[in-house]
């Protein structure tokens, strides 16, 4: 979002379910004002702000504040309990924290806990220990503060074990105005210009949807968000406001695919040029579906949060390579490595590494950081996968034991941790087993104190246990019983014994 890039009076983004439309011009100046706010705070360039909102109007101001500041912006999902919002506020060391009153009781189980002591403001009201935000920026100048420079998202991402990790990115060290190579290389791909009218259907606090909207604003377009998903609303979207450019998870295509055939046909999509979609494998016979109906506009990339490389495939390209997540994009280049970090032949299976994409590093944590790398310095997401001869990338496996959601990455350990606490409960393994709808859904087999107790009634109380103490997204939809967990000696768990019979 720079000058020359849009005008004032143009649209930048419409909020789909109250068609609240916000001009650029209004995000410059809001932007503007919040960034002096934060400013008046003492925040400096390389300082976090937190922002724990839903898809809310005011998003995009408090992030284009954030990123003229130079500052880092951590996002967090407004679906977390109190004491995972909580963690991640302090682990990031933000000075300030804006949520909504939408969140006013998640808020309240954590404000007392805060140990960086962040400013805290609320949107659309206030709450103990929480000041008004809009009262606080919209007195603020709306002229571009005197030291602009470009900042970076500060997400939270985890691996299979423990707390999440922030994943930290250098500040791009560009003039403010200049464009950075990440923001090109998708305006490159993906044809990104102010024409772009691009539909947003996911939580904006994703790396992916943050990043992209962002991006379609850089270049002047405009963006639909929608504040919750639902099938038919998004194809009805696509028509109505003419999308060119929409992103996706394959969640999202198994729903729309499900909904009735006279839906499927209903409504024009012809303005529809490019679907990205990401975040989690879909399945070959869904995207096959897709391409049919939606034709080959239909792109994937295979990424992370760590921004540490990417690989890409257009519909031709996957028709001819079907279940490939594509080939390396840009300037880095994929290497499929042993355990020892051995380069492995084409059609072998083993590490997914990274030479020369982006680098990064987890938040406060050498240890993670380095088990990320190989031993010629390349990095890894921790996923499993092949390279045909043309050097398409598939991938045979995931992060260890993470489960994929609807596109939702969630780790079993922060699920085993709640219920291993219980009276009940003497050993618990947490997977994720098959769902047709989610791709995967979080299963329990928990070790029980009494055998005689298992039942409905103790999967009911368990369950409910998990909820309390995590967010409802990453606690078991189902549990089942066993008199012992395959366990070696020295304590690790078998949970591949276990796994294998659900999805066999």
């Known amino acids: 979002m720079h000058p020359g890039n849009y005008h004032p009076e143009q649209t930048a983004y419409v909020m789909a379910g109250t068609e609240e439309t916000i001009t650029f011009g209004e995000l410059e100046a809001e932007s503007n004002q919040i960034a002096h706010l934060f400013r008046e705070h003492g925040l400096k360039r390389g300082d976090c702000i937190a922002l724990c909102l839903e898809n809310h109007k005011t998003f995009f101001k408090i992030c284009w504040a954030a990123y003229r500041a130079g500052l880092y912006f951590t996002a967090i999902s407004y679906r977390l309990q109190p004491e995972e919002v909580e963690y991640i506020v302090n682990d990031c060391g933000a000075g300030v924290l804006i949520t909504s009153t939408h969140l006013v009781d998640t808020f309240a189980g954590f404000r007392d806990k805060l140990i960086n002591e ?84 996911a939580p904006l606090y994703h790396a992916a949807p943050l990043g992209f909207t962002m991006n379609v604003l850089r270049y002047g377009g405009s963006c639909i968000v929608m504040e919750h998903y639902d099938s038919e609303q998004a194809l009805s979207l696509i028509e109505k406001y003419r999308i060119t450019h929409s992103q996706w998870v394959p969640t999202m295509f198994v729903r729309m695919l499900k909904l009735p055939e006279d839906i499927h046909h209903k409504h024009d999509l012809s303005s529809h040029r ?16 897709m391409i049919e109906w939606w034709g080959p506009i239909i792109h994937e990339y295979y990424a992370g949060t760590e921004g540490n490389g990417a690989t890409t495939i257009s519909s031709e390209e996957w028709l001819q390579h079907k279940g490939s997540v594509g080939q390396a994009a840009g300037e880095c280049k994929v290497h499929i490595l042993d355990d020892d ?135 078991p939809k189902t549990i089942d019983f066993q008199e012992e967990l395959p366990r070696h000696p020295t304590g690790k768990l078998y949970k591949r014994l276990l796994k294998d019979k659900y999805w066999q």
């Open 118 to 201: 962040p400013i805290c403001y609320m949107l659309d009201g206030v709450a103990p220990g929480a000041s008004s935000f809009e009262e606080a920026y919209r007195v603020k100048s709306t002229e571009p503060i005197s030291d602009q420079s470009c900042g970076q998202s500060l997400l939270y991402s985890s691996g299979t074990t423990g707390r999440p990790k922030g994943v930290k990115k250098p500040l791009p060290e560009i003039p403010w105005g200049e464009a950075e190579p990440a923001f090109s290389a998708r305006q490159e791909r993906y044809g990104f210009d102010d024409a772009t009218i691009y539909l947003s259907p």
């Open 274 to 289: 490019v679907a990205v979609h990401a975040a989690a494998p879909c399945p070959i016979a869904v995207k096959e579906q």
């Open 341 to 475: 970090f051995n380069e492995l032949p084409t059609g072998e299976s083993g590490g997914v590494y990274f030479e020369g994409g982006g680098v990064f590093e987890y938040l406060g944590d050498d240890e993670k950081t380095s088990a990320s790398r190989s031993a010629q310095g390349w990095s890894t997401l921790g996923d499993i996968g092949y390279l045909d001869e043309e050097d398409y990338l598939y991938l045979t496996d995931r992060k260890s034991f993470m489960i994929i959601s609807g596109g939702v990455n969630i780790y079993p350990q922060e699920a085993e941790n709640a219920l291993i606490t219980h009276p009940a409960v003497v050993d618990v393994a947490v997977f994720g087993i098959p769902n047709p709808e989610f791709g995967e859904e979080v299963k329990a087999v928990v070790q029980p104190a009494d055998m005689s107790q298992i039942g409905t009634a103790l999967e009911a109380e368990l369950i409910a246990y998990a909820r309390e103490k995590i967010s409802h997204i990453k606690c």
